[in-house]
């Protein structure tokens, strides 16, 4: 099996399999990824901070998220604000955007998170493409008092972002349930622009992550082990 996790070699190992780490296609994204110029030349000398705001990709989310991400925004007034949207979900779920100091733009996440100065990210893959693009956020997450209760009972971990689990220590914040509120997001976010020592902080994490996932390209590494375990055993 081939794992793109680096922490999942380990928990496999427990059971008996020796699986391989290839390295992270999401890595692979980020790094092989062609900026819109036109979009990035737009914004990258913006008089206001650029926060990006990323509700996520799933319906279910972006309805718990997006309403308290929306607060945030009103909340602080003085930063420009810009929400990562996806064409694969309906339009009407965006139909509720009212503060002034925010943009909407669809399929446009990582334009976004290049010029961007810090992030409101729902925990998923999102919160390492954050990372890879180098921007300092805060995570959050919501779901049902039930399914959170569920959770609660079955799952056993220490963090539940990405970023956190494969730096295996506290990088970035994590906000979950009712932790995750207004007045805890706008708090995180003020840090993330104004504080330069906490920046600096969230950039050491994000490099010990980036020396974890490694450089090589989990496609290229998976053919190559595909080949090799065919050849040995013919």
């Given at each position: ?195 330069e020592g906490r920046r600096t902080r969230v950039f050491e994490g994000y490099r010990k992550v980036k020396n974890i996932l490694g450089n090589e390209t989990a496609s290229d590494k998976t053919a190559r082990l595909m080949i090799a375990y065919l050849n040995n055993k013919t």
């Amino acid at each position: 099996m081939f794992v793109i996790l680096p922490f999942e070699k380990a928990f496999y190992k427990k059971f008996d399999w020796d699986v391989d780490y290839v390295g992270n296609p999401v890595a692979d994204a980020v790094a092989g990824y062609r900026i819109d110029e036109n979009f990035r030349k737009q914004y990258e000398n913006y008089d206001l901070p650029l926060v990006a705001v990323l509700p996520g990709s799933r319906i279910q989310e972006v309805a718990k998220m997006l309403p308290v991400m929306l607060e945030v925004i009103a909340r602080i007034p003085e930063y420009q604000f810009m929400i990562a949207g996806v064409s694969s979900l309906p339009a009407e779920v965006y139909k509720n955007i009212y503060p002034d100091n925010v943009n909407l733009h669809i399929d446009k996440t990582y334009e976004i998170l290049s010029v961007a100065k810090a992030a409101i990210v729902t925990s998923g893959t999102a919160t390492l493409e954050t990372a890879l693009w180098n921007v300092p956020q805060v995570v959050g997450y919501k779901t049902s008092r039930l399914t959170y209760a569920i959770g609660l009972r079955l799952v056993r971990i220490t963090y539940f972002s990405l970023v956190n689990l494969i730096a295996d220590e506290k990088v970035v914040t994590e906000l979950l349930q009712d932790a995750c509120n207004v007045e805890t997001l706008s708090h995180e976010i003020r840090l993330l622009t104004e504080d330069e020592g906490r920046r600096t902080r969230v950039f050491e994490g994000y490099r010990k992550v980036k020396n974890i996932l490694g450089n090589e390209t989990a496609s290229d590494k998976t053919a190559r082990l595909m080949i090799a375990y065919l050849n040995n055993k013919t």
